[in-house]
């Protein structure tokens, strides 16, 4: 890739990832949550690989790594929701809430959503990197 | 309009021979239909539905179907992965995206 | 019955999706590493499903219907799960099969690589499924439809063949067709009612009394379920994609996955929500009758062994929406209990082709025969499961086709009831040409090495031959009146429904 698109990744994939993060723990209070953050994640990574090549990529996440994430994910967001049951009922909101519009505020949704996060961001990332990995032998008929 | 959406989307899937054009017409009906949904939820002279702090509720949109649209969407997004996936297996093992090609099955 | 809410047991209807959901995540993560792992915990897993839907039985019975508030909300504000005795009769149904299918997967997926996949697959298609089942949210509903739907997509192109590939894509393009009907449909009926809640719905449709917009959605939702039950004329993904999956795939798609996700919805909703009408009850029937005529005319002609059984789970689908369009008690308890029988009996079918296709390869019919003497078990098996699903007494599927009738003659429908018997003497005649081409006959010279299938193949074809055997003891009324009827009482209290459920919210 040429060198401008070098250099404005280099500047702007930090800030697409701090982005995305500020989308996912904001979710209860403005729009976003958990899948558009997520997305946004994923593409900060997907970024790097456009840019330079999918061997400088896969250092800073490797699809095992990947994978690993996906499964944690689900299974924070299966544990939350299980937790709730000690509270009476599945998916019952039990960690304290604060005053409306706070950061801290609403429960359990925070907790969520960075479940939600980081299955999505990881699984289009693993995605992205199964495609691009395939290597397609093309037939001519 | 949703139903034009709809409609172009479903005669793309139907009528279309190569793969890739099925794909993108069942993208087309998607939409058509999550959009069709939020406009349900649409209330004259609604705002958007965000609490603010120190703002005082007025009329608002419904944020039912925002949320519901958001899910859909997501569903659309994991079902498109997995079809061009396939696709492009498919492209692998025929050679070929043409749908009149690709019919070992019979009967 | 007043519903009465338990304080700890009611936790139950959540872990009918939790507990699948967890573990296909478990095993997606520790699947590789450990050896053997996946298979363990997916058993492990399927049987305490099993069990719990035993127990979801003994609670409805004893506390009515059981409506469970998702994270305290209180309907129709909230999400709820709803657990009456339609609801435990499926869920039985299910897991029974799917417990039984995955201990015959530990033997059949060795051919394949990556078990592990499969595993996660399957369980996140049963998580989808009992979700469909358990849920009383119209919207949860389409959610978890899908949930089962792409994994089944998934599951068919397992092994990824030129076949499989091809079936599994206009399997999903279809799907996929269906699933926009159904949520254009729902988009509908939330604009009529400003409610996703099921029995909320059905109070506000009562109120707003028949309209066009209900009629229209009534019919999007016949596409759309329809063809996830593959009713002709939406049958056409399922000659196609039920062969190419792997056996013990095309066991859970035929005999579990077109139920729970086309019959069963197509059911509750027209039962509970919309309220079944003289239109709606003739739809049923005809479809039913021509699903029955097409699928056995269809499979006659058929040699490759799986695509046979396709063609027959059509045909027989449509005698169960059938049994339901006729709307009588009589005729939904006749409908309930084929869908049961059905279900036992084309699973331990395609398990077998699936034993036949690990021993021999192939899944021609003319390649085989006298496979009998080499592999006695799934010889016998297999005759049960046919002679079940013919209707020859004292098998279960005697009773069910028997009731069928009975029901049909009753409502004075004489022509339907006339063909119903004449598409069950078709059945018949195919399957004793499977059973006369694969079975008995001469051992060809190509097949003389084979052995009999691995042992837990052996013991899920068993288990599930001994099911069909005693089927028929369902009708003796003492159980009969536990499960069955309880079930049929629920689709004939039709509308009745909202008022059960938000009676018993507090």
Same mark, same amino acid.
Request: aromatic share 12%.
């Given at each position: 890739?040429?060198? &401008? ?52 990529? %896969? ?20 544990? &939350? ?29 925070? %907790?969520?959503? &960075? ?15 199964? %495609? &691009? ?9 | ?8 989307? !479903? ?8 793969? !890739?054009?099925? !794909? ?24 958007? =539905? ?12 419904? =944020? ?37 090609? !690709? ?5 | ?50 069990? #719990? ?132 449909? #729902? ?68 005999? $579990? ?15 509970? $929500? ?30 490759? #062994? ?13 005698? $169960? ?144 031959? #001994? ?22 009482? $629920? ?16």
């Amino acid at each position: 890739m040429t060198l &401008i698109v070098k250099t404005i990744t280099r500047l702007t994939v930090g800030l697409i990832l701090l982005y995305g993060i500020y989308i996912v723990t904001h979710g209860h209070l403005s729009p976003g949550g958990g899948f558009p953050g997520g997305v946004i994640i994923a593409l900060s990574f997907i970024h790097l690989m456009l840019a330079f090549g999918k061997d400088l990529a %896969l250092k800073k996440l490797s699809e095992s790594l990947a994978s690993f994430f996906e499964s944690f994910g689900a299974i924070m967001f299966l544990t &939350i929701g299980l937790l709730g049951i000690a509270g009476g009922y599945f998916f019952f909101n039990f960690v304290l809430k604060g005053k409306p519009f706070n950061l801290f505020s609403a429960g359990i949704i925070p %907790l969520c959503n &960075i479940a939600i996060c980081l299955k999505v961001g990881a699984g289009l990332f693993a995605v992205f990197v199964a %495609l &691009i990995l395939l290597k397609v032998p093309i037939k001519k008929k | 309009m949703c139903l034009i959406l709809f409609s172009i989307g !479903i005669y793309c899937i139907l009528v279309k021979r190569n793969l !890739i054009k099925i !794909i993108i017409g069942i993208g087309i009906a998607e939409y058509a239909v999550n959009l069709f949904f939020i406009l349900v939820g649409y209330r004259a002279q609604g705002r958007a =539905p965000i609490l603010a702090e120190k703002e005082i509720v007025q009329n608002m949109v419904d =944020p039912l179907p925002q949320a519901l649209i958001l899910t859909a969407i997501v569903i659309g997004l994991a079902v498109t992965v997995l079809i061009v996936s396939i696709a492009i297996r498919i492209y692998e093992k025929y050679g070929t995206f043409d749908i009149t090609k !690709i019919r070992r099955l019979r009967g | 019955m007043n519903p009465v809410p338990l304080p700890v047991t009611h936790n139950l209807l959540p872990l009918f999706v939790a507990i699948p959901l967890g573990s296909a995540f478990i095993v997606s993560l520790l699947g590789k590493r450990v050896k053997g792992f996946s298979d363990t915990f997916s058993n492990l897993a399927t049987f305490s499903l099993f069990s #719990i839907s035993l127990l979801s039985l003994l609670l409805v019975k004893h506390s009515g219907t059981v409506v469970y508030k998702v994270g305290g909300w209180i309907p129709p504000i909230g999400i709820c799960m709803v657990l009456d005795s339609l609801t435990s009769f499926m869920l039985v149904t299910i897991n029974l099969i799917a417990f039984l299918v995955t201990i015959y997967s530990i033997g059949y997926m060795e051919r394949y690589t990556a078990k592990w996949k499969f595993y996660t697959l399957f369980l996140l298609m049963l998580a989808g499924m009992n979700g469909v089942i358990v849920t009383g949210d119209m919207f949860n509903l389409f959610v978890f439809l899908e949930i089962a739907s792409i994994s089944s997509y998934a599951l068919v192109a397992f092994g990824v063949e030129h076949e499989e590939l091809e079936a599994s894509f206009k399997y999903m393009v279809m799907g996929i067709m269906a699933s926009l009907f159904i949520l254009l449909g #729902i988009a509908f009926l939330y604009s009529l009612t400003s409610t996703l809640n099921m029995a909320d719905m059905s109070r506000a449709l009562a109120k707003i009394g028949d309209n066009q917009t209900a009629f229209f959605v009534a019919a999007l939702f016949l596409m759309g379920f329809g063809l996830k039950a593959a009713l002709v004329p939406f049958h056409a993904w399922l000659p196609d994609a039920h062969p190419s999956a792997p056996a013990p795939i095309s066991a859970m798609l035929s005999g $579990v996955l077109i139920k729970a996700l086309g019959v069963y919805a197509l059911a509750r909703i027209f039962f509970n $929500v919309l309220g079944i009408t003289a239109t709606s009850s003739s739809i049923f029937m005809v479809l039913g009758t021509i699903s029955m005529v097409l699928g056995g005319l269809l499979a006659l002609g058929q040699e490759d #062994i799986k695509r046979l059984f396709a063609y027959s789970s059509i045909s027989q689908i449509g005698y $169960v929406v059938f049994a339901i369009g006729i709307g009588t008690p009589l005729g939904i308890l006749a409908g309930l209990f084929h869908l049961f029988n059905h279900a036992i009996f084309k699973s331990l079918l395609f398990l077998n082709s699936g034993s036949i296709e690990y021993a021999t390869g192939t899944r021609d019919l003319r390649k085989m025969g006298g496979l009998t003497s080499k592999m006695p078990v799934t010889g016998y098996s297999s005759l049960v499961g046919s002679m079940s699903i013919s209707g020859i007494p004292p098998l279960s599927g005697f009773w069910s086709k028997l009731l069928i009738i009975l029901a049909a003659i009753e409502a004075k429908h004489f022509i339907f009831a006339a063909i119903a018997v004449l598409v069950s003497i078709l059945t018949l005649a195919y399957y004793l040409k499977v059973q006369r081409l694969a079975f008995f006959g001469e051992l060809k010279g190509s097949l003389k090495g084979i052995k009999e299938a691995p042992l837990t193949m052996k013991l899920s074809m068993i288990a599930l031959s #001994i099911i069909c055997l005693l089927g028929g003891l369902l009708l003796i009324p003492g159980i009969q009146k536990n499960f069955l009827s309880l079930a049929t009482e $629920v689709l004939v209290n039709g509308t009745n429904y909202a008022q059960i459920i938000l009676g018993s919210i507090k």
